[in-house]
């Protein structure tokens, strides 16, 4: 069963528990406060990846950016000769 999938039918169980109130309180509360921890570390997980991504596209141009400097050194060492 994919990820997405499994982790939307836990997050509906723990939804379920959370609102009946025939489930007793300690139980809803330990059901919100998983969905809260969930929720906090997924949001972590995608500012990391975002953050990284941004990082490597950084790296990336700066790695060009000095590839294309080096060529233009070359050039102008050829030229000067």
């Keep these: 069963m994919p990820r997405v999938r499994v982790s939307s039918a836990a997050v509906s169980t723990l939804g379920k528990v959370m609102l009946d109130s025939a ?14 921890n969930h929720t906090s570390k997924a949001i972590e997980i995608e500012d990391i990846e975002r953050r990284v991504s941004e990082l490597e596209r950084a790296a990336e141009e700066s790695k060009r950016d000095a590839d294309e400097g080096a060529s233009l050194g070359l050039q102008r060492r050829i030229t000067e000769n």
Excluded: E, F
Aim: aromatic content about 0%.
């Design 23 to 36: 489930t007793p309180p300690a139980t809803r509360v330990r059901a919100a406060d998983s969905i809260l």
